[in-house]
């Protein structure tokens, strides 16, 4: 589906990423959880992939598409997402094989971000939130306790019951900045998510954190058939 729509509002969700609302003026737009949309602004030939950050029914609810956009020191995204509201985007898609399955077989379900990789997998995590379930769980990898996207929300579920959230940090945040895991994400981080080798679990971030991943959940009893992947940066 090719649209072109109108940016509706753009808030902070880093320092080094936005959230920004695509109004789809009342276009159903059907896609799957994790699926990514093509953004170029008009008259530029630079377009890039998107995740989606919204779950199918959030779309559909709310009538507007929720990508995190990540941007430079001055806060700019290029010339292919002009960060203003109001600018026209052309929209293409929704494409990627990197989905949430329609019926699964599992009842619970993980998902492991590195940066700007939570995209995909909130929208894995919140359509997962209606479908029958045990446990769900995220366990997320940032530089630094301020580049943590949609913290708040996560925290949020964590304290109502919904979600077993781990966080980490991978650079030292200093003194009295963060008190919680610093480091990569290692065996142990995993092993109270992952419960028996029947969780389901969803991996999105840098290279280096989705090659390695499925290694460590082997090691936990997952299979490589239960691991699925995918490189965003």
Known sequence: MQLTRPILDISVATPRARIVHLDLQGTPFPFVAGQAIWVGAPGQEQRRPYSIASSPEDVQRDGRIELLVGVDA??????????????????????????????????????????????????????????????????????LPEEFAYAEE???????GTLELRMTVTRDAGP?????????????????????????????????????????????????????TEEWG
């Open 154 to 160: 996560f925290r949020a579920m964590a304290d109502a």
């Open 176 to 228: 009295g900045n963060w008190t919680g895991t610093r480091g990569r994400i290692a065996r142990a981080d995993l092993e109270p998510l992952v419960h028996d080798g029947r969780t389901l679990v969803f991996v999105c971030g840098p290279p280096a954190l989705v090659d390695e991943m499925p290694k460590l959940l082997q090691k936990l009893g997952v299979t490589r058939e239960r691991v699925r």
């Open 74 to 143: 001055s806060g700019e995204a290029g010339p292919h997402l002009p960060l203003e509201v109001g600018a026209l985007v052309h929209i293409d898609g929704p494409v990627g094989r990197f989905t949430f399955p329609d019926a699964p077989e599992d009842a619970r379900f993980l998902f492991i971000a590195g940066g700007t990789g939570i995209a995909p997998l909130r929208a894995m995590l919140r359509h997962s939130l209606g479908v029958p379930h045990e446990a769900i769980g995220l366990m997320y990898s940032a530089r």
